[in-house]
């Protein structure tokens, strides 16, 4: 039976605390992720920051206030090339983190995908026993770790 931290990412992108969030906005766009994990010096995992807190920097108000888009003819183009006023981009990130959800390295893939689902994850940080970062699972590396023993269950039929 496999464990989360036999199906996770070993090689993560994060950020320290001290980061700004321009720091943080560069390594989502160059490492290609929708979730940064916030560490502190000794690798303890203290926080989160997703792509959309982000965005959510520069969204217009009124997008948060429309529930249904599908009546809105045309896109929001022109305000795609809005950005973060600099007093706002050189904010530590930590002021637009989130509290971390994580769980441990040694913990079954069917609770990571709970947690995930519970708390509505695409990613989840996986920790040591002194709560350092040590992975990043995704659902698809949790769907298709699950999955591959509905393969191994139909070989075993087959037999």
């Known amino acids: 039976m496999k464990n989360i931290g036999q199906s996770m990412k070993h090689e993560i992108i994060s950020i320290s605390v001290s980061a700004t969030i321009r720091e943080a ?84 893939l069917l609770r990571a995908f709970a947690i995930m689902n519970s708390h509505n994850l695409y990613d989840l940080p996986v920790v040591d026993d002194d709560g350092r970062l040590v992975g990043l699972a995704s659902r698809v590396d949790i769907g298709t770790a699950l999955l591959a023993g509905w393969r191994s269950a139909a070989a075993e039929e087959a037999e």
């Open 25 to 108: 906005a560069a390594l989502f766009v160059e490492g290609h992720i929708g979730t940064l994990p916030v560490v502190d010096g000794d690798g303890k995992l203290v926080g989160i920051l997703h792509i959309r807190d982000l965005l959510e920097i520069v969204m217009p108000s009124f997008v948060r206030l429309v529930e249904d888009f599908d009546f809105v003819r045309g896109d929001f183009s022109i305000f795609e090339t809005l950005l973060p006023p600099p007093e706002v981009a050189i904010q530590p990130a930590s002021s637009i983190m989130v509290p971390p959800v994580s769980v441990r390295a040694g913990s079954g």
